[in-house]
């Protein structure tokens, strides 16, 4: 049987669903305009580890078992662990699945990771290689920073276009049965790099993969973007959001006013400062993972897009002097 | 009265400058740094640099291009007292105090402090 | 994707980069201003004392440094810079702070590969560039003054 449609987009006959959910995010996120919707706030960020990574590491841990939990499951009963961060050789994934103790397969993505896991956990699940797979990705503000970026207590100055790591975790669990939302479709992204080299704005770096995804995707399944309740786009910020509005205009899309960033729903740039809004693969990860997910339980939601964005950036390559490539990982998920 | 005036006029006009270049031209603040350091070295060579500590005091002494300055008289002063061994053991020698506390002080201070989340 | 030019794109990128920059240079200009203040403050107290200029001058950097580098390791450095930019960046605390924040980030890899070695993964290049290109200078000026006893 042919699961492909047009150019590259995937059909799930067996529509894996969600068979269980859950966010952990850090204190900022949860004094965010999203703070009701997250399952678990860790408060300070060590949450009672040593260092920066061994904390997302445990985050990503705790949103992996409450996940499990929530589907009534246990950690045996998992077939497939697809997990990916942000940190180098993929150390919050690695450790946490050093606990769990399931088949595991690291990705990465920057912060498409979310939507990549999925893509990757709904392959495994319709094409019955088990009954059940868990996605999850994390990322930390802290942990992020000082591999990125500076030190900490570092006095640099923010510009206007960069972005906030989200401490965050999210996890899943997919199903071949059970009723929750399923994922029907899926558009694995292609690397777009549209020769954006400042490291401070993601955002420009992600809309065009973003953009070239969306359309390939409406182009496959013939559909349009009113044909969705919502469409949900990973982290690319206020700047990237209006970045890609404006792509989208130029492929005679029109305005698309259904569209909304995870990266600009979980903070208030007024009150918390955070200048062009979320990023970090814990954005799209938790944002999904709580409130979007929760909007489909009660059916506020049917059909939406979620497109996680990616910035496939290191500082080691950016040095040497080359562009930031972009890559955008889209499903489609269904009542 | 008159020297704090001078210092926060010329300090403040260096700091200035640096944002501009920050703002409009995207360089890195640690490139800024670079060159402030090294154009502090250039103009006291030149003979430029020194009117302007004398003028303005620590508004030419506490910015990076003072950093330079102090180098460069350091190198003036080890070529009089010891010629070409000077090049090389003058700069250091003037800004020993400064580099020292740095180290020592960074040492110190990670000893005692950890970064905070932000 | 159809009619994408790199170009265009980027030009379309730019209009949205507009940074503060009126802001930045008045708090750039009044807190670094103000820290040379706090510098000639010292100086003129230290020559007082009866210092000879060039040790007052150390002292005056030692302090600086001190001062920057124990609000750096209190938090309090990077709240004033986030505002400042280079007011804070520029003079010598700016420094200071680039050798205190990288040595308490990595104190988690160890006292001697994270705090020892990283120490001057920020501030490293103004050292090397200072002290070479003095080297450089001083080397022309000693061979145009020339016939100095080597």
Redesign the interface.
């Known amino acids: 049987m042919n699961k492909r449609i047009g150019e590259r987009t995937l059909y799930f006959p067996s529509r894996p669903s969600v068979h269980g959910f859950y966010s952990v995010v850090g204190e900022k996120e949860s004094q965010g305009p999203l703070k009701d919707w997250f399952d678990l706030s860790i408060g300070e960020g060590h949450f009672g580890e040593d260092s920066w990574e061994k904390a997302e590491s445990k985050l990503m841990e705790t949103a992996a078992l409450g996940a499990i939990n929530r589907a009534g499951l246990t950690p045996e009963q998992i077939q497939c662990f697809l997990g990916g961060d942000l940190l180098n050789q993929c150390i919050s994934a690695n450790y946490a699945s050093r606990s769990l103790q399931i088949p595991f397969l690291g990705l990465y993505g920057a912060c498409s990771t979310m939507a990549e896991s999925l893509i990757a956990g709904s392959v495994f699940v319709d094409g019955s290689f088990g009954d059940y797979a868990l996605c999850a990705t994390s990322s930390h503000f802290c942990s992020a920073e000082r591999q990125f970026r500076f030190p900490l207590e570092y006095g640099g100055q923010r510009p206007p276009t960069a972005q906030w790591t989200v401490t965050g975790s999210g996890a899943c669990v997919l199903s071949s049965q059970g009723n929750g939302p399923s994922i029907t479709h899926a558009t694995i992204g292609k690397v777009v790099d549209a020769g954006i080299t400042d490291l401070n704005n993601m955002g420009a770096a992600m809309a065009p993969a973003a953009c070239d995804t969306l359309i390939t995707f409406f182009k496959d399944t013939k559909t349009a973007p009113k044909d969705y309740d919502m469409i949900f786009t990973g982290d690319l910020g206020e700047i990237g959001k209006k970045l890609l509005h404006q792509l989208l205009q130029d492929q005679n899309f029109g305005a698309v006013d259904n569209l909304e960033d995870c990266g600009c729903l979980i903070f208030d740039n007024e009150t918390q400062d955070t200048h062009a809004g979320g990023s970090g693969c814990g954005c799209s990860a938790s944002v999904l993972n709580s409130y979007i997910l929760k909007k489909m339980q009660k059916k506020e939601l049917k059909k939406i897009l979620f497109m996680a964005t990616g910035a496939l950036m290191s500082p080691t390559i950016s040095m040497q002097g080359e562009s930031i490539p972009g890559i955008a990982h889209l499903i489609q998920l269904e009542n | 009265m008159m ?2 005036l001078n ?10 400058i ?7 031209t ?1 360089m890195t ?2 490139r ?3 060159l ?3 154009a ?3 103009l006291t ?1 030149l003979g430029l640099y020194n009117p302007l500590v004398e003028r303005f ?3 030419a ?4 291009t ?3 300055n ?3 008289n ?3 002063k ?2 009089g007292e010891k ?6 053991s ?3 020698t ?1 800004c020993a ?3 020292s ?3 020592f ?6 000893l ?7 | 994707m159809k009619n994408f030019s790199e170009k265009n794109y980027q030009k379309l990128v730019s209009q949205h980069e507009k940074s503060p920059w009126l802001k930045n240079i008045f708090w750039a200009f009044t807190v670094g201003g103000l820290i040379c203040v706090l510098g000639e403050f010292i100086l003129t107290y230290a020559k007082n004392m009866g210092l000879p200029k060039e040790d007052a001058g150390c002292v005056t950097s030692m302090t600086l440094i001190f001062f920057s580098g124990l609000f750096t390791g209190l938090g309090i450095f990077d709240k004033l810079a986030k505002h400042a930019g280079a007011g804070t960046i520029v003079p010598i605390t700016g420094f200071a702070n680039a050798v205190v924040s990288p040595a308490m980030e990595f104190k988690s890899e160890g006292f001697i590969l994270g705090v020892g070695a990283k120490m001057f993964v920020v501030a490293g290049p103004v050292i090397v560039y200072g002290v070479s290109s003095s080297i450089i200078c001083g080397l022309i000026y000693y061979l145009v003054k020339g016939g100095m006893p080597l």
Do not use: R
């Open positions: 020297h704090y210092a926060f006029i010329f300090g403040g006009f260096l700091c200035a640096a944002q501009l270049l920050i703002d409009f995207k603040p640690a800024i740094l670079v402030y350091v090294t502090g070295v250039v060579f005091g620590a508004g002494t506490v910015p990076l003072g950093f330079g102090a180098l460069a350091g190198v003036i080890g070529i010629g070409l061994l000077g090049v090389i003058g700069g250091l003037a105090a400064g580099i506390a740095a180290i002080f960074g040492y110190l201070f990670a005692i402090f950890s970064s905070k989340e932000k």
